[in-house]
């Protein structure tokens, strides 16, 4: 039967607010103690994990702690510091340009609105969702491969566009919940419901899932697939749902 817009708001709720008791440990995985910092943090996380980012940015924040200081960043060794994260120079020329935009519009800080953010160089609108949602406390929808891949498996929406994605999620979601919801998906497609082998026999999500079956239903089978620190609390909530 073809789902109504009422059942699918309702039944994508459902699925958020599962998704709040499954990972009430859903945060930003990117560490930043500022929005400076997490604007150059989200800038390096492009094609690169947050773990590396993480295992890279203390030497560049101790080295480049304000705007200014990534203005007159000598390049060669900006490039060095970031190499890691991969496509280094271009995220050099990004963070360089970042700095000298924030210093001559802005005043060296990070504004607080989207409109001013994606006229930055080297942000999106998914960079100023980060942005927004977890340095401001203003409400924001990131759309990032996993949120993208989850969204369209559960059939909140059948766009491939990411700004639609992001339209058609909002429309279902209050927003008071953006931000949150962001995490707790990309964190369920980190542990739980993988691109390639989704655990679904171990996924607490499965009576709302129109792709249930598309990994292994078999409970002892799907537990293995899971991952992270809560591996073991998440079979426990599998097995008690």
């Given amino acids: 039967m073809t789902e109504t817009a009422l059942g699918l708001k309702r039944r994508a709720r459902r699925m958020a607010r599962a998704l ?3 990972h009430p440990d859903a945060h930003c995985e990117l560490d930043f103690t500022n929005p400076l910092e997490l604007a150059v ?5 492009a094609q690169c994990t947050d ?18 200081d990534y203005a007159a960043a000598d390049r060669t060794e900006m490039q060095e510091l970031i190499r890691p994260t991969g496509f280094f120079r271009n995220k050099t020329d990004s963070l360089i340009k970042l700095g000298q935009a924030l210093v001559e519009r802005h005043d060296g800080e990070v504004p607080g609105t989207l409109t001013e953010l994606v006229a930055l160089p080297g942000i999106g609108r998914k960079t ?9 406390d203003v409400p924001g929808i990131t759309v990032d491969t996993h949120f993208k891949r989850l969204t369209q498996r559960w059939r909140w929406t059948t766009e491939t566009d990411e700004v639609k994605i992001e339209f058609a ?4 979601i209050e927003p008071r919940d953006w931000t949150m919801l962001s995490h707790r998906v990309i964190f369920h497609g980190r542990r739980v419901c993988h691109a390639r082998k989704p655990a679904c026999g171990a996924c607490t999500l499965r009576k709302d899932c129109p792709s249930y079956g598309i990994g ?6 799907a537990v293995k697939l899971l991952k992270g620190p809560r591996a073991a609390e998440l079979a426990e909530l599998a097995m008690a749902s």
Avoid at 41 to 45: C, D, G
Avoid at 52 to 68: E, H
């Fill in 20 to 22: 709040a008791h499954i």
């Fill in 41 to 45: 943090a989200t800038i390096l996380s």
């Fill in 169 to 172: 999620v909002a429309k279902l």
């Fill in 216 to 221: 292994p239903t078999d409970l002892e089978t």
């Fill in 128 to 136: 100023a969702n980060v942005i927004l949602g977890n340095a401001f």
């Fill in 51 to 68: 773990e590396r980012v993480n295992q890279v940015t203390p030497k560049l924040f101790a080295r480049c702690p304000t705007a200014a």
